[in-house]
């Protein structure tokens, strides 16, 4: 009773450390946001720029959509997320038509695509051992892409070491146009470094300061306050609650198998006496169960055996009946003729 006992605590104790991990995860971890979004804090986000902006008095904010707020000046898109539509040109054109800036920077497939909708020329950058800036300041990126505008008035803003154009500064309809080949710089990694950081504010957060700033957040926020509901597997397997809930399954079912214990009530074993087969399916069975395995043979040999001692003790049917049916084992080559020599015996007439 009292090992039982202490069997059951400990199988408790095991349960409350694993709730309590759970509960810990779910308090502590921060929900994951996608790449390049103003609310991560991931060396890929750029929450940190976002802050930086707020700190130096620019009035920011988050635009989950494709309407833009008239009072905005300048509209930052880090590492777009989808192609240009329609919808998004006419807001990118209004912002430019207002005299507004717009800040493209990334290096994807729909940054790349939305740079020559805005009619910049993009092609892939030979290997560049450094980025630098227009006074000789190196930056710890490489870029893969380089820009070229087809207006006079452009201004290179980064260089590789072959001196062509990474980054750049044109204007663009009524505004201006900022163009960045790489997310790098803007990310919270990138902002880290000193060389980075000062290049950042001369050419973007400096010029911006008490302007209203909108981050480009489109299908990286909800639209929708009322999110979907996850499924089941995803509430068990990606949430903290839900992995306590598992580790306490899996280390419930160890703790029993390695304690020996077992997994539902004990089956009781009957004896071949307490069956209710008769002798003939005995016999069939055995028969069938050794001729699958390729050992009829071991089979005729117990049954002879066993009338063999009969015979001997002269017990069972009368000797010259006994003799004969060990005469049709042996002789026994399939299953039938053995479970038809045994039956002989058992079931005369």
Not at 22 to 35: D, K, S, V
Not at 53 to 62: E, I, N, P, S, V
């Amino acid at each position: 009773m009292v090992s039982r006992w202490r069997t059951s605590m400990l199988l408790l104790g095991i349960s409350v450390v694993a709730v309590l991990i759970g509960a810990l995860r779910l308090a502590t971890q921060p929900a994951e946001q996608p790449p390049a979004s103003s609310l991560s804090s991931a060396p890929d986000g750029a929450l940190a720029f976002y802050t930086w902006l707020g700190d130096l008095g620019a009035a920011t904010q988050r635009l989950p959509g494709r309407t833009l707020d008239p009072s905005v000046g300048e509209l930052i898109v880090l590492q777009p997320t989808v192609l240009p539509d329609a919808t998004a040109r006419t807001t990118l054109n209004d912002l430019a038509d207002r005299g507004g800036t717009l800040v493209l920077a990334g290096d994807s497939l729909q940054w790349l695509v939305t740079a020559r909708d805005l009619g910049l020329t993009v092609d892939p950058a030979p290997p560049s051992r450094q980025t630098l800036t227009t006074d000789g300041q190196r930056l710890p990126f490489s870029v893969r892409f380089r820009l070229q505008s087809p207006d006079s008035q452009a201004e290179p803003l980064l260089l590789s070491d072959q001196n062509e154009w990474l980054a750049l500064r044109t204007p663009y309809r009524q505004g201006t146009l900022i163009v960045i080949a790489s997310p790098v710089p803007l990310s919270n990694a990138g902002l880290r470094d000193d060389a980075t950081a000062r290049f950042v504010f001369r050419s973007i957060a400096g010029p911006a300061q008490g302007q209203s700033i909108a981050f480009d957040e489109y299908q990286r926020m909800p639209t929708s306050p009322t999110p979907a509901s996850p499924s089941l597997m995803q509430l068990l397997l990606q949430t903290p609650a839900g992995l306590a809930i598992v580790y306490v399954a899996l280390l419930t079912f160890a703790f029993l198998l390695l304690m020996g214990r077992r997994l539902g009530p004990a089956v009781v074993g009957h004896s071949a006496a307490e069956s209710q087969r008769s002798m003939y399916e005995h016999v069939q069975m055995l028969a069938n169960l050794y001729r699958q395995a390729g050992q009829l043979a071991v089979v005729r040999e117990a049954f002879d055996r066993h009338y063999s001692r009969l015979a001997s003790r002269g017990e069972g049917r009368g000797a010259a009946e006994l003799a004969e049916a060990l005469v049709r084992i042996q002789a026994a080559r399939t299953e039938s003729e053995l479970v038809a020599a045994v039956a002989a015996i058992h079931d005369p007439g």
